[in-house]
């Protein structure tokens, strides 16, 4: 790759200016870079394969206003890039367009309430798509489970990982991003949000990420912690935690929708230890409290009974099958012991996954090395299955590395494990949960009511919740809770931007 030239002024959205950069009949200079109000602010050359890559070093901050992302940019090691309050950036279709932190460098995109950072699509309203350009990558110097030198997923040239685990990535707060994700090769995409071995000392609050084309959210170990987080019908899955992350995440909102699913079946939670499910240190111990997952069969009558429906396919009303398939609100496989509380599912095929088919996830869990505690499961398929693709509520032995359900069995291990009676778990109806929706154009019941059970029953004692905020309610809200407001936008596809 080519060195490139970093412009050293810190421009406006909307001072004029001139640099020597291409421009194609649109008006849009045709090279690759940051773009303000029709010129570059990082200047680069396209490189050898036609791509385009653009590094720059230094500390730049970009005014309030709107921007233009074209072709991959990279903040290298010791560069540091502030974007102000209500600043909108858009990522070009045609170059997959994406913002790459690399280990040692930072970002600081700090919105607020009234004025959130929103990364969106550059395609007119209307037209926007999910995969629309690449997303957001922060990778920094904490651990992993695959060395010091772990390559980030989805194809950019950046490697993560480390030693330090209070490691500052800089600062995700009130921020949007949409339409973006893009698969570069067959299980290596970018998805919207990813995280390879980011700090502790990174700040992330009150993102949303909507329509991705892959995972909302995906965590490459790593040690940073995540509060106010919304998935909001992405195609894949929603929070999925691989390589050792160790982060607790709380207060956290998905919305599937019935129409959008990934054929490699698309689940709430994704976690594994690694891809062969190895027993290497450190573990996936990822810590979740206060989730609320509004699966597929969560947000409609009309979808709930339908037979193709509930045996996991996305719903297309022409024809009853869509796509792909969903499948669990929760898939904990390959040696992960990820953790979970006080949360509530509602509306999936299948509620739990506690797969053994590489490594032993059942093992950790009768252990107590990972823990499901204080939950609830309304209107699910089933509440447990025992592998990947099996819609069956029945106990599953792997021969020769083939899934084999046993006939004879009345239940899975997955269901038995979750309605321990010592772990508080419930199983329920929707109507008992008494949800509603608080925010008009979200178009699903999240909220619960007044005398909802949502309200009482969280319990913070367990040593595995030190640090997180202590509430009283299960799930990501309190009876009218107004964390959502001001901020969020639940139909980005209409959006003036």
Same mark, same amino acid.
């Given at each position: 790759?080519?060195?490139?030239?970093?412009?050293?002024?810190?421009?406006?959205?909307?001072?004029?200016?001139?640099?020597?950069?291409?421009?194609?009949?649109?008006?849009?200079?045709?090279?690759?870079?940051?773009?303000?109000?029709?010129?570059?602010?990082?200047?680069?050359?396209?490189?050898?394969?036609?791509?385009?890559?653009?590094?720059?070093?230094?500390?730049?901050?970009?005014?309030? @206003?709107?921007?233009? /992302?074209? =072709?991959?940019?990279?903040?290298?090691? *010791?560069?540091?890039?502030? $974007? +102000?309050? !209500?600043?909108?950036?858009?990522?070009?279709?045609?170059?997959?367009?994406?913002?790459?932190?690399?280990?040692?460098?930072?970002?600081?995109?700090?919105?607020?309430?009234?004025?959130?950072?929103?990364?969106?699509?550059?395609?007119?309203?209307?037209?926007?798509?999910?995969?629309?350009? @690449?997303?957001?990558? /922060?990778? =920094?110097?904490?651990?992993?489970?695959? *060395?010091?030198?772990?390559? $980030? +997923?989805? !194809?950019?040239?950046?490697?993560?990982?480390?030693?330090?685990?209070?490691?500052?990535?800089?600062?995700?707060?009130?921020?949007?991003?949409?339409?973006?994700?893009?698969?570069?090769?067959?299980?290596?995409?970018?998805?919207?949000?990813?995280?390879?071995?980011?700090?502790?000392?990174?700040?992330?609050?009150?993102?949303?990420?909507?329509?991705?084309?892959?995972?909302?959210?995906?965590?490459?170990?790593?040690?940073?912690?995540?509060?106010?987080?919304?998935?909001?019908?992405?195609?894949?899955?929603?929070?999925?935690?691989?390589?050792?992350?160790?982060?607790?995440?709380?207060?956290?909102?998905?919305?599937?929708?019935?129409?959008?699913?990934?054929?490699?079946?698309?689940?709430?939670?994704?976690?594994?230890?690694?891809?062969?499910?190895?027993?290497?240190?450190?573990?996936?111990?990822?810590?979740?409290?206060?989730?609320?997952?509004?699966?597929?069969?969560?947000?409609?009558?009309?979808?709930?009974?339908?037979?193709?429906?509930?045996?996991?396919?996305?719903?297309?009303?022409?024809?009853?099958?869509?796509?792909?398939?969903?499948?669990?609100?929760?898939?904990?496989?390959?040696?992960?012991?990820?953790?979970?509380?006080?949360?509530?599912?509602?509306?999936?095929?299948?509620?739990?996954?506690?797969?053994?088919?590489?490594?032993?996830?059942?093992?950790?869990?009768?252990?107590?090395?990972?823990?499901?505690?204080?939950?609830?499961?309304?209107?699910?398929?089933?509440?447990?299955?025992?592998?990947?693709?099996?819609?069956?509520?029945?106990?599953?032995?792997?021969?020769?590395?083939?899934?084999?359900?046993?006939?004879?069995?009345?239940?899975?291990?997955?269901?038995?494990?979750?309605?321990?009676?010592?772990?508080?778990?419930?199983?329920?109806?929707?109507?008992?949960?008494?949800?509603?929706?608080?925010?008009?154009?979200?178009?699903?019941?999240?909220?619960?009511?007044?005398?909802?059970?949502?309200?009482?029953?969280?319990?913070?004692?367990?040593?595995?919740?030190?640090?997180?905020?202590?509430?009283?309610?299960?799930?990501?809200?309190?009876?009218?809770?107004?964390?959502?407001?001001?901020?969020?936008?639940?139909?980005?596809?209409?959006?003036?931007?």
């Amino acid at each position: 790759m080519k060195k490139f030239k970093l412009m050293s002024l810190v421009l406006s959205a909307f001072v004029a200016f001139t640099l020597g950069g291409c421009s194609d009949d649109s008006g849009e200079p045709t090279d690759g870079g940051i773009v303000s109000n029709g010129n570059l602010l990082f200047e680069g050359n396209v490189i050898g394969d036609g791509s385009q890559e653009f590094v720059f070093s230094g500390n730049q901050t970009l005014k309030k @206003g709107t921007y233009y /992302l074209k =072709g991959w940019v990279y903040i290298r090691e *010791g560069a540091k890039l502030t $974007i +102000e309050a !209500g600043s909108v950036i858009k990522g070009d279709k045609t170059t997959k367009a994406a913002l790459i932190v690399e280990r040692g460098g930072q970002l600081f995109a700090k919105g607020t309430a009234s004025e959130p950072i929103v990364f969106t699509s550059a395609q007119p309203k209307g037209q926007r798509k999910p995969g629309d350009w @690449g997303g957001l990558i /922060l990778c =920094g110097k904490a651990k992993n489970n695959q *060395g010091n030198d772990m390559q $980030i +997923e989805g !194809g950019p040239r950046t490697h993560h990982g480390g030693n330090d685990n209070a490691d500052n990535s800089g600062i995700l707060s009130y921020v949007r991003i949409e339409f973006a994700g893009y698969p570069f090769e067959k299980d290596k995409e970018i998805n919207a949000l990813t995280l390879g071995s980011v700090g502790s000392g990174t700040i992330i609050d009150h993102v949303q990420v909507s329509y991705s084309n892959d995972d909302s959210y995906e965590w490459f170990g790593g040690s940073v912690n995540c509060k106010y987080l919304i998935a909001y019908k992405g195609w894949d899955d929603e929070f999925d935690t691989d390589n050792g992350f160790s982060g607790k995440v709380q207060f956290c909102l998905s919305v599937r929708d019935p129409r959008l699913a990934d054929i490699s079946q698309s689940n709430g939670f994704e976690s594994d230890n690694c891809g062969d499910g190895a027993a290497v240190e450190p573990y996936t111990t990822a810590v979740f409290s206060n989730v609320t997952f509004i699966g597929p069969m969560g947000r409609d009558e009309n979808f709930k009974n339908d037979e193709t429906y509930i045996n996991g396919g996305a719903y297309n009303p022409a024809n009853g099958s869509g796509l792909g398939k969903f499948q669990a609100a929760m898939h904990i496989r390959r040696n992960s012991r990820l953790s979970c509380f006080n949360s509530v599912a509602v509306g999936f095929p299948i509620g739990l996954i506690l797969d053994n088919e590489k490594g032993s996830t059942q093992k950790s869990a009768t252990e107590g090395l990972l823990k499901l505690q204080h939950l609830y499961f309304a209107g699910m398929g089933i509440t447990g299955s025992d592998a990947n693709k099996i819609y069956q509520d029945k106990k599953v032995t792997y021969v020769n590395g083939k899934a084999t359900v046993d006939a004879n069995s009345t239940s899975s291990f997955s269901s038995d494990f979750f309605l321990n009676a010592a772990y508080q778990n419930r199983t329920t109806t929707i109507d008992a949960l008494m949800l509603t929706g608080a925010t008009e154009k979200i178009g699903v019941n999240y909220m619960p009511q007044a005398g909802s059970p949502l309200l009482s029953g969280a319990s913070f004692s367990d040593r595995f919740l030190e640090g997180m905020q202590t509430v009283s309610y299960i799930g990501a809200f309190a009876a009218g809770d107004t964390w959502l407001n001001g901020w969020t936008n639940f139909d980005p596809q209409n959006t003036d931007y």
